[in-house]
């Protein structure tokens, strides 16, 4: 059973922090990870992707990618209150499944003013 | 350019009838993907299509749920003898290529057995 896990939180943040996602999966053969965010009653939204070890950064926003430990992160730098929604993490299985996401259950990200 | 469209919105049903829902990706996508998002968790993968064929269907909980793509544009989720657990979002989403990057996702059709 291929699994991706998040602490389903909620994770709440002042304004202006940084918020920090975690996710870890447990295919080794996982080629593609991503980073969707999904306001309430709304359909997810691609935000990041990252396929090498290491940082990527967009902005606010730069993923983390560790695949010797499995895991995949995302930092959210200056949070706003609009940033507040449910991150979800995405992992494909590659070879003959591109394209075939399998998702965390989500973390709820709250961002106070 | 026009996104992810799917009809329709909501859909409410009595258990055991049968429903269809429509996705209409974004032209020239030649990927479609349906998953199916329960409350509170993340969307579960039901089945790809690069253009007309199913290339993976392994997601499909069982032999109640099909899917076609006549045309390798519009996609149709049929359901046959709705229960009551097969409520849920119904999540389409298409990317240009069978690669995940890029996949773009429609407002959902929230499904509803009663």
């Known amino acids: 059973q291929k699994e991706v896990e998040q ?4 994770l709440s943040v002042p304004e202006g922090a940084i918020a920090s ?3 870890t999966y447990s295919d080794r053969g996982s080629q593609s990870f991503f980073w969707y965010r999904q306001y309430s009653g709304k359909s997810p939204e691609l935000i990041m992707f990252i396929y ?3 940082d990527k950064e967009d902005g606010r926003f730069t993923a983390q990618l560790n695949k010797a430990s499995q895991y995949v992160s995302l930092l959210i730098r200056d949070s706003q209150p609009s940033d507040s929604a449910t991150y979800l993490c995405a992992v494909d299985a590659g070879g003959t499944s591109y394209g075939k996401l399998t998702f965390g259950q989500g973390t709820i990200l709250t961002v106070h003013p | 350019g026009a996104g992810v469209s799917q009809t329709p919105s909501n859909k409410v049903t009595e258990k055991g009838k049968y429903v269809e829902l429509r996705c209409d990706p974004i032209s020239g996508h030649t990927a479609l993907y349906w998953y199916r998002q329960s ?4 969307p579960e993968f039901l089945i790809y299509f690069q253009g007309t ?3 993976d ?3 499909l909980p069982n032999d109640r749920f099909f899917a076609v793509r006549p045309e390798g544009s519009v996609s149709t989720l049929k359901i046959q003898r709705t229960e009551r657990g097969d409520s849920a979002v119904y999540l389409c989403a298409s990317s240009l290529t069978g690669l995940a990057v ?3 996702f429609g407002p959902g059709t929230r499904l509803t057995v009663t």
């Open chain 2, 102 to 104: 890029g996949q773009y």
């Open chain 2, 57 to 59: 269907d392994s997601g």
């Open chain 2, 53 to 55: 064929g199913a290339a």
């Open chain 1, 52 to 54: 090498s070890n290491g």
């Open chain 2, 39 to 42: 409350l509170g968790q993340g």
């Open chain 1, 21 to 23: 996602l975690n996710c």
């Open chain 1, 7 to 10: 602490n389903s939180g909620p």
